[in-house]
């Protein structure tokens, strides 16, 4: 399991269940597009109606979400959405290779700028951050038809369809046929289809698979102060952590904390995943800390 440990102080301690880090100011509606703003590309697309027209109430095209998430079983077929993108090209989206999930560096791996904005079906007020979507088009000339994997690390707040992917530059023009991607990309905005996929990071020990649902609880164990020439001992005692936003997880305390830290991590299911003292007591602000566990 990847982690990163952002800023602990005497006053708190932040922890995410993929990464540690300080939070994006990037998102889909702030980042540009060929010159323009998101926001300014999705007004031109829907603009509003004259105060003398009633305003007619949409119909979905699509199935509403799952209780527990779009498509969320892992086993549903494909379902009708919109695709955008924004930033450059061939880039990950966010200027800064961000997001508002807080993952950083989504130009890397595993992450490989496959990257993509989720509206709020999709998104789901953070708790679709991490997730992995297949994706296709077969309307436009240059489409391919051939699936793709993308990741949920933004939001998007300017949706132009009931499920809207804002997709990097990368992973829209990766549904192109060969030698078409630019010709794809200058369409702008095309239909799509999705379905939600088991995430499979190559390189990593970690991978969250078989519909088992999303996290729902964090907790961080402390060690006792290692005796000299000793070794630091597990507290045994699990302190809840709090979701701040997206992946970011933070323990709010008045003192300072003793590492080594365990984490356990608890998903929709009731499953539990622990990783033994996988934060050192000499941890370092924004370094990467990998364990061995997964959920099998």
Request: proline content about 9%; charged content about 20%; overall charge negative.
């Amino acid at each position: 399991m990847a982690m990163v440990a952002s800023r602990l102080s005497s006053r708190a301690v932040a922890v995410a269940l993929l990464v540690l880090l300080v939070a994006s100011n990037g998102s889909c509606a702030k980042h540009k597009k060929g010159g323009k703003s998101h926001k300014g590309a999705h007004a031109a697309l829907t603009p509003a109606p004259s105060p003398s027209v009633p305003v007619p109430t949409p119909t979905p095209a699509v199935p509403a979400p799952a209780a527990n998430g779009t498509n969320a079983d892992y086993g549903g077929g494909w379902l009708n959405a919109r695709a955008t993108w924004y930033g450059a090209p061939n880039g990950a989206g966010p200027d800064d290779n961000g997001g508002a999930c807080g993952f950083k560096g989504v130009n890397m791996p595993p992450f490989s700028a496959m990257t993509s904005c989720g509206n709020e079906p999709i998104f789901r007020d953070g708790k679709g951050c991490g997730s992995c979507y297949q994706i296709r088009c077969r309307a436009h000339p240059a489409c391919s038809g051939i699936p793709e994997t993308v990741i949920i690390t933004d939001m998007n707040y300017y949706p132009v369809a009931p499920y809207h992917f804002d997709l990097s530059g990368t992973a829209f023009g990766a549904m192109a046929k060969d030698d078409r991607n630019d010709e794809l990309r200058h369409a702008g905005i095309i239909d799509i289809q999705f379905k939600r996929v088991p995430c499979l990071y190559p390189g990593l020990t970690v991978t969250f698979h078989n519909g088992d649902g999303d996290v729902e609880k964090v907790e961080l164990m402390e060690s006792w102060p290692a005796e000299e020439g000793g070794e630091a001992e597990p507290t045994g005692v699990w302190v809840p952590m709090r979701e701040s936003w997206g992946s970011i997880w933070r323990m709010d305390s008045r003192r300072a904390l003793q590492g080594p830290f365990s984490l356990r991590i608890t998903n929709e299911s009731g499953k539990t995943l622990v990783a033994d003292q996988v934060i050192p007591a000499d941890w370092q602000p924004d370094a990467v800390y990998s364990s061995i566990v997964q959920f099998d």
